[in-house]
Each structure stands twice: as structure tokens, then as C-alpha cells.
């Protein structure tokens, strides 16, 4: 087998799905930086490179570890439904449209989580952390293939907007993968962040033009909505995983079922069954499974429903759950579709800070609407809301809906030793449990974890599914006995990029730090 080596370092890591991006972070630990200063670098650089992934405009949601506090936190960046959002407003249509002026209707919580990470921890002003990600919206930066591949995909909804086409479509073309990328508006908008704050964006003028910008055209956010946002620090959820303590971001963050998920898989010896067997592929896809089936029952924001999160990551419920996975055998059930354009990055500084955190604007390129002069392509997340009211997931304005992204990390003794995470909606329970599982049960180093073949059950967004995409890597003999266990195998590329980016680092027992950046993206570990 070829051997797959992480970056290594003595004194620090990052990782993310974009290597300018990876660059920008550890240029900022160089200037006397910490981790939190970096991540916030690396989350606004992420914003102007992988613009089809992620932008000022979504949400985000990040894990943090500070030695002097000795804890993890969590803080909740995501965004709250505006007062005209309720079920009544989508009554012509019938249903939440998924692009276009009338998806967009929560706020975005990117810049406020900026803010508050930064604001809390961060050690550099603001301006230079977020110099990197306004230079390369100014100055440019060669496009990825990745983003020209889904600007090539997703063209005629791009070209539905004028302010959207014009920068995504210059001169109405799909730009080359490798051409210079320029985003004019966006630099603006970073540099009245960077001099003004969070103010600048919420009750400046970057929040009004957006919510003028959309009630001019129906759309349901107004000035009052954005300006009221606040993200909110949170107490992380826990549990525990063969002396690992296991750390997610709670409800309205579907981060449960990944501990729920390790809950189910402890009560099974991995050390005796072999990795990339039909037997380790079987037990993890049937372990996700039955946690999805009580996800998709109870998430939504927790200010407006009670989730049984007592039970659900109970170790005697795990057990049940456990006892019911049969060993030759699929379980039947339909994934729902979800949102997959979302970037997942780590920092661990010399210091021992450490930020796990993701973002996102949910479908690729959000709603695909800029807004006015913004250079701000906002999300569409709030289109996975019902308009049914008696589902727990129904629109209710100042509500957060059922939210995919889920950072990870572990402790051991106290202290982070893995950082964890993924691109990918339903995928991302999915390929955090086998990253986890591949480094803590199989002894694999974080790059050889993110790099090995992977799986999909379910679909990241578009029709609801219950096929099983396997990478064409995973031996065929594989692949055929999951399908004769009933499971709906489509065989898929070797890399492909549906199974998402993810990234790790790990922190040894002499304080060593290894990272892998997964090659399906356009990412770098960069450590020293």
C-alpha cells in the first residue's frame, strides 16, 4: 500500500480545503498570532478562494480549546430566520424555494463568529487578520478547478442573477480553473469589516444594503432582522470513546449523532474486524443509519423544541441501537437531501490553542444571489426548513433550522489530541466516524485517515436517496457483498469529490502534531 505521510510540526498545524487558505493561517501564526487569530484568517480567506463553498454570507460553528481555560467551547454562528419567514409567505409557491431571493431568508452568522472568536481570544487586530483574505479578493488568486467545475455545473442559476453572473460569469463565460479570479466588492466589504467590526456588517451599511437589496425583490429578511443577530457561545455536547473524550457543537447542530454514532461502534471490538472489509463498511454505514432515523425526528433549534439528548447519547440506548444492526443485512430507510458546500478547518498553535470550525452556505453557491454592491453571495440554508407545522423543523421567524455542520475534537488526558471534520451535509457524520475510527481504532496517521477510500449513503443535496456510493478503490468483491446484503451500491470515482473534504490534525503524547488535508480538495496541511 503507498504510504500516505501527514504533514508534520513541533510547534503548530493547520488544515483546510484550500491551500491559499492553509497559507494565510500559518502566515499569521508567523506574525506572533495565535490560533484563534489564525482560524479566523483561514475562515476569511475560505470566504474570497472557495467562494462556491463558503462566504460571508452562510453560517458557521467552531470548537475551541484555550490550556487557560482547560476547557472546550463551543460558539453557534449560524443565523436565525427573519420576522417575515413563517409558512404563510411560501403559500403561492407551496414550498421554501431552494434558490433565488425568497431561499434567502436567514441571516447570515459568519461575521459575528469572526467577532466573537476573535474578540474572545485573538491577540492580533483585527485588520491584519483578515489582510490575507482582502489582498486575494483585490489582487486575485487562480481560480480552483473545483470551483470552476461546480461555476461550469450550476451555470444558467448563476446566470439568473445580474450581480451573481457578473462576478461568478465574467463576460457571461465559465472562468478556467488556474485564471485570475477577482472579487472587486467583496475587498470593499472585507476592508469596512476589518476597520469597523461586526457593527459594520449588522448595523452598518453592509446589513442594509443586503436587507434593501432583497425586500426591493421580496425577499423576507429585513434591516431589523440582521441588525438583531447574535451568535451565542454554547457548552459543547460529550461522550466518551475507548478513553477518548469526544467533543460536537449541540442542537440546532446535527453534531449528536456523531457521538451517538461512536456510542453504537464501542460496543463492537473494530480491532478484530478488518479495515475496508465488507464487515467494517457494513457496521459503520448500519451505525450512522439508525442515528439519522432519530436525527431526522427531533433536530431543530432548541429554543423551540425539547430534544431528548439524554436519551439519545445514553450508552445503554447505544447498546439498543447496537443489538439491532444485523450483520448481513441493510437496514431500509431514505435519506433526506442535504446541503453540501461547506469548508471544515483546524488550528493547534505551540501554545495549545486549539479551533476546530466549519462553514457554510448550504447548497453550492448558496441561493445564488449577491447582494447589490456587497460582493456577498448569500445562503440558502433556510430552505431546509417545513412549511409543515407540525414538523419540528417548521419555518418560525427567529428560528435556526436543522443544521448539518458538526467540527469535532477529542481529548485525551484533558488536552486536544484530535481535530476533525468534513464537506459534505449527510456525509459528514459519515466520514467523521470512519477518520475517527481509522486514527483512534486502526492506528492510521491523519493523512492516510482522510485519504483511504470512502463511502456516501444518502445524498448531499438534490432528490432523497437511499444509494450507497462506494470509490471505486474499495475492492470489488466489497462492494458486491454490500449489495448482496441489500445495501444500493453505485460504484463512483476514486476520489470523488461527493465524499467530501476532510481534514485532521493530531497532537501526539510528546506534543507532535501530524495533519492530513484530504486530496479530493484543493487543500494543505501546513506544519513546522
Known amino acids: 500500500m503507498e504510504e500516505l505521510r501527514p504533514a508534520i510540526g513541533t510547534e503548530a498545524m493547520v488544515v483546510s480545503p484550500h491551500a491559499l487558505a492553509s497559507a494565510a493561517g500559518a502566515r499569521i501564526l508567523e506574525r506572533g498570532g495565535n490560533a484563534f487569530d489564525a482560524a479566523v484568517a483561514v475562515s476569511a480567506c475560505l ?9 460571508l454570507g452562510g453560517d458557521s460553528f467552531w470548537l475551541t480549546y484555550s490550556p487557560a481555560e482547560g476547557s472546550v467551547r463551543g460558539y453557534n454562528g449560524s443565523g436565525r430566520a427573519g420576522s417575515l419567514a413563517m409558512p404563510e409567505a411560501f403559500a403561492n409557491c407551496g414550498t421554501i424555494p431552494t434558490r433565488g431571493v425568497r431561499s434567502a431568508i436567514t441571516v447570515p452568522g459568519m461575521v459575528d463568529a469572526w467577532s466573537a472568536v476573535h474578540g474572545e481570544y485573538g491577540r492580533l487586530p483585527q485588520a491584519d487578520v483578515l489582510s490575507p483574505a482582502i489582498a486575494y479578493a483585490e489582487g486575485g488568486f487562480p481560480l480552483s478547478a473545483d470551483q470552476a467545475a461546480h461555476s461550469s455545473r450550476h451555470r444558467q442559476m448563476l446566470m439568473a442573477t445580474p450581480g451573481t453572473s457578473a462576478i461568478y460569469l465574467p463576460d457571461g463565460r465559465v472562468p478556467a480553473a488556474g485564471t485570475r479570479f477577482l472579487q472587486k466588492q467583496l475587498a470593499r466589504t472585507l476592508r469596512t469589516i476589518a476597520a469597523g467590526g461586526r457593527d459594520a456588517f449588522y448595523q452598518g451599511e453592509i446589513g442594509a444594503e443586503i436587507a434593501d437589496y432583497l425586500r426591493q425583490r421580496e425577499g423576507l429578511l429585513t434591516r431589523e432582522d440582521i441588525a438583531a443577530h447574535r451568535g451565542d457561545w454554547v457548552e459543547p455536547l460529550t461522550s466518551g470513546y475507548r478513553g477518548y473524550d469526544i467533543y460536537q457543537m449541540p442542537p440546532n447542530s446535527q453534531g449528536f449523532v456523531g457521538l451517538m454514532a461512536m456510542n453504537v461502534l464501542e460496543k463492537f471490538d473494530l480491532g478484530a474486524i478488518e479495515h475496508g472489509s465488507t464487515a467494517y463498511y457494513h457496521l459503520l454505514i448500519e451505525a450512522v443509519k ?36 444485523g450483520r ?110 481509522r486514527m483512534v481504532d486502526y492506528g492510521m496517521n491523519p493523512q492516510r485517515a482522510v485519504s483511504e477510500p470512502r463511502w456516501l449513503w444518502g445524498r448531499t443535496w438534490g432528490e432523497p436517496t437511499s444509494e450507497l456510493k462506494l470509490e471505486s478503490r474499495i475492492d470489488p468483491a466489497v462492494a458486491a457483498a454490500l449489495a448482496a446484503a441489500g445495501h444500493e451500491v453505485r460504484v463512483v470515482g476514486a476520489y470523488d469529490g461527493r465524499m467530501g473534504h476532510a481534514h485532521a490534525i493530531k497532537v501526539d503524547e510528546a506534543g507532535f502534531l501530524e495533519g492530513g488535508a484530504d486530496p479530493r480538495s484543493d487543500g494543505a496541511a501546513i506544519g513546522w
Open 47 to 55: 470566504a474570497v478562494v472557495y467562494p462556491h463553498m463558503t462566504g
Open 290 to 325: 439508525r442515528c439519522f432515523r432519530d436525527r431526522d425526528e427531533v433536530l431543530t433549534d432548541p429554543d423551540f423544541a425539547d430534544i431528548p439528548l439524554g436519551r439519545l447519547l445514553d450508552k445503554s440506548y447505544a447498546a439498543e441501537l447496537a443489538s439491532a444492526i
Open 328 to 437: 448481513n443485512s441493510a437496514a431500509p430507510a431514505e435519506a433526506k437531501p442535504m446541503g453540501s458546500d461547506t469548508a471544515y478547518a483546524a488550528v493547534v498553535d505551540k501554545e495549545g490553542n486549539a479551533v476546530s470550525f466549519i462553514q457554510s452556505l448550504y447548497f453550492e453557491f448558496g441561493s445564488g444571489v449577491v447582494a447589490g454592491d456587497t460582493g456577498i453571495l448569500l445562503q440558502n440554508r433556510g430552505s431546509f426548513f417545513s412549511l409543515d407545522r407540525a414538523h419540528v423543523n417548521c419555518v418560525m421567524p427567529g428560528k435556526r433550522t436543522f443544521h448539518t455542520l458538526m467540527p469535532a475534537m477529542a481529548l485525551r488526558g484533558g488536552r486536544p489530541c484530535l481535530l476533525y471534520g468534513t464537506q459534505g451535509g449527510e456525509g459528514q457524520p459519515q466520514t467523521q466516524t470512519a477518520v475517527f475510527t
